[in-house]
C-alpha cells in the first residue's frame, strides 16, 4: 500500500536500514556521508563483546542517547581535558559523551542491547569570559557556570549541558534544551534563545566574569556595542583565537523525525 506522494512517485514510509558485519571488541567511526539523519537505532546482535561507536557530525548540535527508553546522560566532566571524560567501557551499554569543538558523538554498545539517539530542540551557545582557565575552575568551574546560567534565564540546570571548555580566554560551549515535559518545545527554546541574546546584548547576565562576547542563535554578540549584521561578521575572527577553529556553526538545531 501506498502512503505518500512524492512528486509524480508513490512512495511508502518505513525505517530505513543499514545491516553490517563488524567483529566485536573493536571501536569503529561511522561516517555520515551526507545530512546527518535525525534519528538512529543502533543494534549489536552477537554473543559476546562490545563496541565503542564514534559519530562525527558535520556541526555542533544537541543529542541524547537512550536505552530502553531511557536517557543515558553524558561522563562526568574532565576539568584537564575540558571536556566530557573518555568512555570508560565499564559503565554498562549506553554510555556516551558529545564533545564540543570536534563536534563528535561517542556511546559503548553492548551485545543485545540497542542504542536509539535522538536530536534535541536546542540553543546552541558560546561565550567568551574575561578569565584565565584557573579562575574559572577554582570559581566552581562548569557547575557554577550551569548554575548562574539557569538563575539568569530562570531555567531548570538540568536543561544546560556544556560540551566544551577552552582558552581564549575562557570559551565556554554550551546548549540549552527544552523541558523533557514541553508541550511545545520549539516555542520554548525560542523565547529562551530570545532571553538569552537579550541579557548578553544588554550585559545584565552575571556569568561570574565580564562578557567579552557570545554567539547564540546564529547571533552575534558583543555587549554594549551595536549588534547589528556586519558588526557580528567583524566579531566573528575576534571571538576565537587565531590557534582555534572558527566556530560559526553556532545554531539553533531543531529535532526532526527521521530514523535510520
Not at 571524560?85 to 556511546?107: D, M, P
Not at 582558552?167 to 534544551?177: H, L, P, Q, R, Y
Request: charged letters at 25%.
Amino acid at each position: 500500500m501506498d502512503h505518500v506522494w512524492d512528486g509524480f512517485y508513490t512512495g511508502q514510509l518505513r525505517m530505513s536500514r543499514f545491516p553490517a558485519q563488524i567483529e566485536s571488541g573493536v571501536d569503529y567511526t561511522v561516517q555520515l556521508t551526507g545530512t546527518p539523519p535525525g534519528s538512529m537505532r543502533f543494534n549489536l546482535h552477537t554473543d559476546i563483546g562490545a563496541s565503542k561507536i564514534k559519530i562525527p557530525y558535520p556541526n555542533a548540535g544537541a543529542y541524547a542517547v537512550y536505552v530502553n527508553n531511557n536517557e543515558i546522560q553524558y561522563t562526568p566532566w574532565d576539568e584537564a581535558a575540558g571536556r566530557h571524560g573518555a568512555l570508560t567501557k565499564q559503565k554498562g551499554c549506553g554510555e556516551n559523551r558529545f564533545v564540543g569543538i570536534e563536534n563528535f558523538l561517542e556511546f559503548y554498545i553492548t551485545s543485545g542491547c540497542e542504542v536509539v539517539i535522538k536530536p534535541k530542540d536546542a540553543i546552541m551557545t558560546a561565550v567568551r569570559l574575561e578569565w584565565t582557565m584557573d579562575e574559572f575552575y577554582a570559581d566552581g568551574g562548569v557547575v557554577s557556570f550551569t548554575d548562574r546560567v539557569a538563575a539568569a534565564l530562570g531555567i531548570h540546570a538540568s536543561t544546560i549541558k556544556t560540551v566544551a571548555v577552552y582558552e581564549g580566554s575562557v570559551i565556554v560551549e554550551f546548549f540549552i534544551e527544552a523541558e523533557e515535559d514541553s508541550e511545545d518545545p520549539e516555542a520554548e527554546v525560542d523565547a529562551i534563545a530570545d532571553n538569552l541574546y537579550s541579557q548578553l546584548d544588554s550585559g545584565a547576565i552575571d556569568l561570574g566574569a565580564p562578557v567579552i562576547g557570545a554567539m547564540t542563535n546564529n547571533r552575534i554578540v558583543k555587549p554594549g556595542e551595536n549588534n547589528n549584521i556586519e558588526a557580528s561578521k567583524n566579531f566573528i575572527n575576534d571571538f576565537v583565537d587565531d590557534t582555534t577553529e572558527d566556530r560559526t556553526n553556532v545554531q539553533t538545531v531543531r529535532g526532526e523525525d527521521q530514523v535510520v
